[in-house]
């Protein structure tokens, strides 16, 4: 018998001394409304525990890391977490160098990649299986090499991975240093043009530095060759004197002017930065500040690099076919066309090139193949990985496991149908079924009722969220919770319960917006009206354009249009309609910032409401404290031994650091004296530890406070808490958080919002509770338009935009538009077949 894992006496959180049984080598769905524990049984307290005990065994104990709140667990076996926090960030990432794709292409296009001589211009084949000697350097044999064209003669370089690497100086485009974009700077607001640098062209610079230093570090140029005159007015620069006052001197930007010439030690030594790298350093150095950060923001934009056009890789690199091809050109196929032209190779390769490349191609068939069963075919190798979404990257981490063979191991995996069509939901299934049957306990938080419905085991936690949550309500077969009556998640499973559909929909003949010709990315000459004053529902099965629509297309067109900043929009003729709006608002799922300093409550603004509330008491006034000594992320009333963040990080070498509460302030952020300030006998520290809910209780008589956490409450986030850093949000509670800030501000005017999988996370209860939401925003004389997979929340639109057939190349069209019951009719739609059930009474 494989035996099961017992939790004994679990207290995470809101969990109320839990024991759970789960069976092993089994597929266990945990459920329950949002916020009712499910993670904080999960990933808290069963896969925190997993590692730390892995890691004592293995050596690698630290003082200071704690175990969870939980008596004992038995039959505890390592874990494996995948989960939709994506930690990398890098954009020199993509998705073919995360899945290892596209480092096996490298090696194939630097064993057998043909290119054209710049001395004849003729085709040269690899000098392996030619009479070609290479010749090496003596001092660094192991180096490339070189050889002679057997055409011209003329010496042309052995090809290495490293040639066909974005990373590396011999395959990175020198223009771009391999990011494939140039970050542009709105300068109009940093200089005045009309001006001399010695004029004080460049706002904020202090008199001194505009008159010696500033100047000196410029005409040092001279060193290139050409003179920078401080006394010219800026509107008159050439392009070399802009790009050096603009970038500095050791920028991309400027250095293309001179390609081979080293900027002199001295440049090096006392480097001008340059007024927009100057600019980017600020900027990030106060990314966590989101008010900055939003300001900012209207004033940057990339654009694709003018040198590489965004392929990252230098002329030479872009020139080695194989078989026909460029890697740019293979690097830009969605993976289910790359998947075709390997196996094409087969008959496309001479028979010395197929003898050197077979096993490279059979490796890449594996790994592609791998990424196509679980579900993200669409992807391209050139996709950066900070723009995938928590969806797509927990999946490309899942098609890693699969090429795992380990048995006997613990998978934890949070939501993962997130952004996934449910036309694909049995395909994620029998994934998650083949690391069960290698001999693995596969445990899922999720909410779909289609994966709870294939589970083994299902466990429910609830009944509610927060305080009303954190027990265990219902266990066994998904048929033994559908019976019990207690269950939320079983009255659901049962068909008690639904989410209803809207008594009526609201017409779609008013005003509108016409997008007309969109081709951004795979959209294909796309028009579609967007009624507004009305909700409507942009569906299609992952990858078929949904978001380049809606967020690409219509969002930055929005952003240019009304605050005349931020990236170009993606390709389209035009869009009309404009004057019926006031403004639009972006709720994506991108991160509310980058650090730990930024939490729900200084996010949505709540917290300098309270602050004021608590330094305007009788003990705060007695003790000369402040607002600023209520914050703990300036210098004042925190903690200065873990600068208000309540844990000091720990170094574990070469695995992730680990918190430790400060010893100091025992996690309470501040000091003792500020502590000693309470409202209703509460610490301005026991408020951070409150959640939404529990605080609404707390300061239900100080209006500014109440009405921001009402709406935190109503977008089904009354179950965080308010210290909760903003780093550890999923991307469906980041969009819910905006939302909640968005309709915290008042006078907005005639809103369109756009809102990128709202429901995402959310229980089908709380979905409920959202819609609710948005249709009284509807009511309010605002429009919303979200992308959106959850059929519950398409079938309560006004209006359904489905694009696709499929993902990738294959989609990128029209394929029904109208009320939910004219998509459900259209057979062409994979939408409209899955809805077509839900609609009927």
Not at 64 to 87: K, Y
Not at 169 to 177: K, L, N, Q
Not at 491 to 499: C, H, K, P, S, T
Request: aromatic share 6%.
């Amino acid at each position: 018998m494989p035996g099961e894992i017992v939790i004994h006496g679990a207290r995470t959180h809101n969990l109320k001394n839990v024991t759970v049984r789960i069976p092993k080598e089994k597929l266990v769905v945990i459920t329950g409304p949002s916020g009712s524990g499910k993670s904080a049984l999960v990933l808290d307290t069963l896969d925190k525990e997993g590692q730390r005990q892995y890691m004592e065994a293995l050596g690698w104990f630290s003082y200071g890391l704690a175990r969870p709140p939980v008596d004992r667990i038995e039959g505890l076996a390592p874990t494996v977490s995948v989960d939709q926090h994506l930690t990398n960030r890098t954009p020199r990432s993509t998705v073919g160098t995360e899945t290892d794709i596209y480092t096996y292409l490298r090696v194939l296009f630097a064993k057998i990649g043909h290119r054209p001589c710049p001395g004849c211009g003729r085709d040269v084949a690899p000098p392996h299986w030619t009479v070609v000697d290479v010749t090496h350097d003596a001092e660094d044999p192991d180096a490339p090499g070189t050889f002679p064209c057997p055409h011209c003669g003329a010496a042309l370089p052995e090809l290495s991975m490293a040639h066909f690497s974005f990373n590396k100086v011999a395959g990175a485009c020198p223009t771009c240093t391999g990011l494939g974009v140039i970050n542009q700077v709105d300068v109009s607001h940093l200089i005045d043009e009309s001006r001399s640098v010695r004029e004080g062209a460049v706002r904020g610079w202090v008199p001194a530095m505009v008159e010696y230093q500033i100047p000196n570090l410029l005409q040092a140029a001279a060193h290139y060759g050409f003179t920078f005159d401080p006394d010219q007015p800026v509107a008159e620069f050439g392009p070399v004197q802009r790009d050096l006052l603009l970038h500095g001197v050791l920028s991309p930007q400027f250095r293309r002017h001179f390609p081979g010439v080293e900027p002199p030690a001295t440049a090096r030594a006392g480097r001008f930065e340059g007024v927009v790298t100057n600019f980017m350093r600020r900027y990030a150095e106060r990314i966590g500040d989101a008010r900055y950060r939003e300001k900012m923001e209207r004033h940057m934009h990339s654009e694709p690099c003018p040198d590489c056009g965004g392929s990252r890789l230098r002329a030479e690199s872009r020139a080695v076919t194989v078989a026909g091809r460029t890697i740019v050109e293979l690097a830009h196929e969605p993976l289910t066309d790359l998947a075709d032209w390997v196996d094409g190779l087969t008959e496309a390769l001479e028979p010395a090139e197929w003898r050197m490349a077979q096993t490279l191609v059979n490796e890449l068939r594996v790994r592609i193949r791998r990424v196509l069963n679980v579900g993200v075919g669409y992807l391209t190798l050139d996709r950066a990985v900070p723009s995938l979404s928590g969806g797509e990257a927990q999946r490309l981490r899942l098609a890693a496991l699969l090429g795992s063979e380990l048995s006997g191991v613990i998978y934890v995996l949070d939501e993962p149908t997130v952004g996934l069509h449910q036309r694909d939901t049995h395909m994620l299934v029998e994934i998650l079924r083949h690391l069960r049957d290698l001999g693995n306990t596969v445990v899922v938080i999720e909410h779909d009722l289609d994966v709870i419905r294939a589970a083994d085991h299902v466990i429910d936690i609830g009944p509610a969220a927060g305080r009303g949550g954190g027990s265990v309500v219902a266990a066994g077969t998904p048929e033994e919770v559908a019976r019990v009556e207690g269950s939320p998640t079983g009255r659901f499973l049962a068909g008690v319960d639904e989410v209803p559909l809207p008594p009526s929909r609201r017409t779609a003949g008013g005003p509108a917006l016409l997008i007309r010709g969109a081709r951004a990315h795979n959209l294909k000459d796309v028009a579609v009206r967007l009624p507004l004053g009305a909700l409507v529902a942009v569906t299609g099965v992952s990858g078929s354009g949904k978001s380049t629509l809606v967020f690409d297309v219509l969002g930055r067109a929005a952003r240019r249009r009304f605050t005349g900043a931020g990236d170009p929009p993606g390709r389209h003729d035009g869009i009309d309609g404009w004057e019926h709006l006031d403004r639009v608002v972006t709720v994506d799922q991108e991160p509310i910032a980058r650090r730990a300093g930024s939490n729900v409550a200084t996010y949505t603004d709540v917290f300098a409401a309270i602050r004021k509330v608590y330094a305007g008491l009788p003990y705060a006034r007695e003790h000369g404290l402040t607002e600023r000594h209520f914050s703990f992320n300036v210098p004042g009333g925190r903690c200065e031994k873990c600068q208000g963040a309540g844990v000091l990080t720990v170094s574990m070498h070469f695995l992730p650091a680990a918190e430790v509460r400060c010893p100091a302030c025992r996690g309470r952020r501040f000091k003792e004296e500020v502590l000693g300030a309470q409202y209703r006998g509460c610490s301005i520290a026991d408020v951070l530890e409150m959640t939404v809910a529990e605080a609404l209780e707390v300061f239900a008589r100080v209006a500014p406070v109440r009405d921001r956490l009402t709406l935190l409450a109503e977008c089904g986030l009354g179950y965080l808490t308010l210290g909760q850093p903003a780093t550890t949000l999923s991307g469906g509670e980041a969009q819910r958080v905006k939302l909640a800030r968005e309709l915290g501000r008042r006078g907005v005017g005639r809103t369109l919002f756009l809102l990128d999988e709202p429901s995402q996370g959310l229980h089908p209860a709380d979905t409920a509770r959202l819609l609710a939401l948005l249709q009284r925003l509807v009511d309010a004389g605002h429009s919303v338009v979200v992308v959106e997979h959850n059929l519950d929340v398409v079938k309560a639109a006004d209006w359904v935009i489905d694009l696709g057939p499929e993902g990738g190349a294959a989609g990128g069209r029209l394929v029904a538009e109208g009320t939910p019951e004219q998509v459900a009719a259209c057979e062409d739609s994979h939408t409209g077949r899955l809805l077509r059930p839900l609609l009927t009474p």
